[in-house]
């Protein structure tokens, strides 16, 4: 399962459409919901050989970026900010996205740095790619 659930997928799918239309290429670092529950930190590539047309003819790849053997458990929200964070939004920005209040966005954020041990969202960033 690449998406927690279909509504997350919906809110995502259009990422990189622009990209791909422009230079026919795309890469970003997502966490990808695993079959078995938890969730991987992978790199997922597009390459479309239609650009005027990205999604009818289009390569995609997803490879781990680490074997590290913790797993990762976010729950879907977490996930939802998450994603958006790797994406450079600001809390304000994935708050419109999510339709939720700033405030809330900042308190997953704070849930996530706080049990991810680390000061910052850009050390929360770079401590999910270690764990992989």
Known sequence: MFYGSNEEFEKIQHVGINALKTKGNYSDE???HHREGHSIWCRFRAHSLTPDRPLDRIILSYAQISNNTQTITLSKRE???FGLMN???SSKEIARELEL???TIDD???RLI???KVKRCSDLLGRMTELG
């Open 108 to 110: 997953v954020r704070s």
């Open 79 to 81: 996930r939802q900010v």
């Open 87 to 89: 994406q450079g939004m």
């Open 30 to 32: 997502r966490l990808l």
């Open 101 to 103: 209040s700033p405030r």
């Open 114 to 116: 706080k049990r991810f």
